[in-house]
Every structure is written in C-alpha cells, then in structure tokens.
C-alpha cells in the first residue's frame, strides 16, 4: 500500500517567517496530495491539494508544489502568523486518502 | 446541511465489551473513510467504502468491522474492545472521484479501560 512520510515532525519559527513541510510517497499511481489543517480538538480541514497533472498551486500565503518523478511533495506557508499554529498533514491518494504523521507547527509572536 | 456528523461524540468502554460508531453524511457523497487517530501516529485508515454495499480494508483494519448498507450511513463496529482501541476516531466522506476535498466528521474519543 501507499507510504507517506512527513518531516518535520515539529516546526518552530518566529511570526512573519516562512515555514516549509515535506512529504514523500511510495505509490507513484497516487494522483491526489491534498495537505489538512488540524487545530487542538478539532477536526482535520483541507487547505490547499493538488494533482498530479500540476506542479505548483497557490493560494494567498500557502503554495505547494509537487515532483511526481522523485515522489516528493511540499507546502509552503509565507509571512507565518500565530493562527498558523496547528497540526498539518500530508496525504496521497488512488483509491484511499493516505496520510503522513504530521508536523506540529508553532508561530511565535 | 449538517455534513458529516459522528455519533457518538464520546464513549468509555470496557474490555470486552463491543459498540458501533455511526458516521453519517448528507452530502450525497460515494466515499466513506473511518480513521483513528493516536499522538504521533497521524490518521491511520481503517476501512473505506467507495460506494453503497462495498467495503474495503485500510492499513489497520483488525479488530474492526465496517458496514455501508445505505449511502449516507457508515458503521464502525469493534466486536470486542481492547485497551490498544483507545483512540479518537474520525470518519470522513468524499464525492466519487477519489481527487476531491474529504470532508471529516468532528470525531469520537474512545477510551477502552
């Protein structure tokens, strides 16, 4: 089956930094990447995704960009605030959303 | 529209003992996932179904049985619960196509004691 992995698995930097998260993956049938945000006690939303036709989406502050043939994928966070503070995950998919382990990302003021 | 609602939101149980987690979605969507959640582990799969009346296994399905009988409604069932059980568990759902947004339920805190 498809094997995510995610690193940094805990990502500090300081308000108004960038701040970047990598994944690699095992299936190189996976055609979807979508990254989700978790806050404290809630439940996973998706913030940006991308597929495999595209290498690079953008969406105000966050972009991702996507190398199928060295199976890695990237998001990207601009000008970082607090309320960037969260938990995100990576995922792949063909036939079943597969995650990473997530990074833990903390903005300080 | 409510999306994907989860029940129950909460549930302490003992060893041995056996419940079902209901997932339920109106949206009309073809996709349904259960995951679990544990500190370090990220989302782990269970069973997914991609359609009313089929069912498929995930990267961690033993110790659980699924369940899509109608399309808006996906069980998760444990026959008999163990400790390794404890978990927040979360359901999601998706239109057909695998490639589009999965939207998540808010999610069960399972404690097995």
């Known amino acids: 089956g498809e094997n995510v992995e995610q690193h940094p698995s805990t990502l500090s930097v300081q308000e108004g930094d960038s701040a970047v998260i990598k994944c690699t993956y095992s299936?190189?049938?996976?055609?979807?990447f979508p990254w989700y945000k978790q806050e404290l006690g809630k439940r996973p939303q998706l913030i940006i995704d991308i597929r495999s036709n595209v290498g690079e989406k953008k969406d105000q502050r966050i972009a991702v960009t996507l190398n199928k043939t060295a199976k890695h994928f990237s998001l990207h966070i601009t000008e970082t605030q607090p309320e960037d503070s969260a938990v995100y995950f990576c995922a792949a998919a063909m036939y079943a959303l597969n995650f990473g382990k997530g990074t833990s990302l903390l903005v300080t003021p | 529209n409510a999306g994907v609602t989860q029940t129950p939101k909460f549930r302490v149980l003992k060893t041995g003992q056996s419940m079902t987690l209901l997932c339920a979605q109106d949206m009309n969507h073809e996709y349904m996932y259960w995951y679990r959640q544990d500190p370090g582990m990220g989302l782990r799969l269970i069973h997914y179904s991609v359609g009313e009346g089929t069912t498929a296994k995930g990267e961690v399905p033993d110790g659980y049985n699924v369940s899509r009988l109608k399309k808006q409604n996906f069980l998760l069932g444990l026959e008999s619960a163990a400790p390794s059980q404890t978990s927040v568990y979360f359901c999601?759902?998706?239109?057909?196509?695998?490639?589009?947004?999965?939207?998540f339920g808010q999610g069960t805190r399972l404690t097995v004691v």
């Open positions: 299936d190189s049938a996976s055609n979807y």
């Open positions: 999601a759902s998706s239109y057909g196509q695998l490639n589009t947004e999965a939207f």
